[in-house]
């Protein structure tokens, strides 16, 4: 019986995508729920399996066609009798078929670092769920590729005389934008050129903050199994600010003003293919705990490409940390239709006033970008003196003051 495989039903969000890798070729077996093709759309990369036992017959869409939602992607021939019907399954030498069937699968991050890097996945040590290849994994194949060749001995060679190097001989290496850089692309430059952006900068003392999780991290991991970190207290503190100044948690439609009565608050995470924003939603009602140990999770599906359209889509407000990269300042850059985003920077010791003295004070920046279409300057200045507040005082967060 033939079964045809189709591609997901895309999002309202997604107009289309691209098939991005297919793994099995015609006249390929195939067992139920192995992976068949990866689907890259504008956010998130789907992927294909197989709904049932037997062998691929005919392939309607090759790498990098645009397809739309519910496409025509594969026809598979169900049953183990279906493999006499292929007659490229027929000349297939057997040999080969079962080196295939060992190649193990990969996910799209570790597959996009293998190509980098010329590797073989037969020569991976998949340690995955289902034997699937994971990032770590063509980590560690790299580090004993070097090792291998740090270890061995150089060939003896006779001495020759040194070959110039033509300044016309420096690689390039050219490759397609993915759809995710794509519209990253897209939407950072829709954000500058339909919005009135501006920033305004100032600077929080995090010696509390600093000093509380020195105090409570050995009780807070222990009660919780995550540890306590900054991300989780500014989040908190932007909620509290934000309740405060309900402008800054709303956005433009069209003509129209949306208050938004609640806080889903999106979480700039940097992986493998960009900048993804999954959110946080109801952050109002979510503790320290919760909120870290959804981060990590974020953190992880991004680098693994895991993330799902409903994890990335809505809302209302965007916290962006460049510190971890060792920022100093910058001026983040709304994403919209939100129309403020905070941005986060690196602690570093300067010596500031306090009461009339010198003190070496861990000290780090904070820049708010809003649109100034639809928030004033002091609403955004008072938001963020709110926000800083908080953090150098965060008795005020259980005291609601």
């Not at 030498?93 to 080196?99: G, K, T, V």
């Not at 889509?313 to 001026?331: A, K, Q, R, Y």
């Not at 403020?340 to 010198?358: S, T, Y």
Request: glycine letters at 8%; aromatic letters at 4%.
């Amino acid at each position: 019986m033939s079964i045809e495989i189709k591609a997901p039903q895309f999002p309202e969000s997604v107009a289309d995508g691209t098939v991005a890798t297919w793994h099995k070729k015609e006249g390929d077996k195939v067992s139920r729920d192995e992976l068949l093709v990866d689907i890259e759309t504008d956010k998130v990369v789907l992927e294909v399996v197989s709904p049932a036992d037997g062998v691929l017959k005919k392939i309607h869409h090759g790498e990098g066609d645009t397809i739309e939602s519910q496409a025509l992607l594969a026809v598979l021939e169900e049953g183990a009798g279906a493999a006499s019907g292929s007659a490229k399954a027929e000349a297939a030498p057997a040999q080969a078929s079962a080196a295939e069937d060992k190649t193990p699968a990969a996910g799209p991050a570790a597959r996009k670092r293998m190509a980098e890097a010329g590797l073989d996945a037969s020569k991976v040590d998949a340690t995955g769920k289902g034997g699937r290849i994971t990032r770590d994994d063509v980590d560690n194949a790299l580090k004993q590729r070097e090792q291998q060749k740090t270890a061995a001995p150089a060939p003896a060679a006779p001495v020759a005389a040194p070959v110039p190097v033509l300044a016309g001989d420096r690689e390039e290496r050219r490759v397609p934008m993915t759809r995710l850089r794509k519209r990253i692309a897209e939407r950072l430059v829709e954000a500058q050129h339909t919005a009135a952006m501006l920033t305004t900068f100032n600077e929080v003392n995090m010696k509390p903050i600093m000093e509380m999780r020195k105090h409570y991290q050995a009780d807070f991991e222990k009660a919780h199994g995550v540890r306590l970190g900054f991300m989780s207290f500014f989040v908190r503190a932007c909620v509290e600010a934000l309740k405060r100044f309900p402008m800054v948690n709303a956005s433009i439609d069209g003509s129209d003003i949306v208050y938004h009565g609640y806080y889903d608050v999106g979480v700039a995470v940097s992986g493998d293919r960009g900048l993804v924003v999954p959110v946080l939603r109801d952050a109002d009602q979510k503790g320290l705990a919760e909120i870290e140990t959804d981060i990590i999770e974020f953190g992880k599906k991004a680098r693994e490409g895991k993330l799902s359209i409903e994890e990335m889509t809505g809302g209302t407000f965007t916290i962006s940390n460049g510190g971890v990269f060792g920022s100093l300042m910058s001026t983040p850059i709304l994403n919209p239709p939100q129309t403020a985003i905070l941005g986060m920077h690196k602690i570093q010791e300067r010596p500031m006033a306090v009461d009339g003295k010198v003190e070496i004070l861990p000290m780090m920046y904070l820049a708010v970008s809003y649109d100034h279409r639809l928030i004033d300057g002091r609403e955004a200045v008072q938001f963020l003196v709110a926000v800083k507040q908080f953090i150098e005082d965060p008795a005020r967060l259980l005291l609601d003051i």
